[in-house]
């Protein structure tokens, strides 16, 4: 089982950055594959990137392609997503989430382990 915490959320404009981290518990962290998500409101819950449980790969939507870049320390448990050149339209609530499926994996459904989420804000 993984327990999943994020943070580093806040309000930024337009075009600043941020890091979001996602803190896991739990011995075999390295074995599980970490997406992240977000929800804006009124709005399903999209895919926004994902990496596998060595960091060797990753995956983008095209919507953030270019401008967020998902990594993973997994001696300190930690997936990060360094999100640049942010734009109003990131404005959501984030999410990390695991799944020990190995492949690549974009529908929500097939995470198994979710955090609470952290706001982004992002003014115009």
């Known amino acids: 089982q993984v327990q999943l915490v994020e943070s580093g959320g806040g309000l930024v404009q337009a075009g600043n950055s941020l890091r979001l981290s996602c803190a896991a518990s739990?011995?075999?962290?390295?074995?599980?594959?970490i997406g992240w998500f977000r929800q804006a409101p009124g709005k399903e819950r999209e895919f926004v990137a994902t990496?596998?449980?060595?960091?060797?790969?990753?995956y983008y939507a095209d919507s953030v392609k270019g401008r967020f870049t998902i990594s993973r320390d997994n001696a300190k448990n930690t997936v990060y997503l360094q999100m640049n050149s942010l734009k109003p339209e990131d404005t959501a609530v984030y999410y990390c989430?695991?799944?020990?499926?190995?492949?690549?994996?974009?529908?929500?459904?097939?995470?198994?382990?979710w955090g609470q989420g952290t706001q982004v804000t992002v003014s115009s």
């Open positions: 989430a695991a799944t020990s499926i190995d492949f690549i994996v974009v529908r929500p459904t097939r995470y198994n382990y």
């Open positions: 990496i596998t449980g060595s960091g060797s790969s990753t």
């Open positions: 739990g011995r075999t962290f390295g074995g599980y594959r």
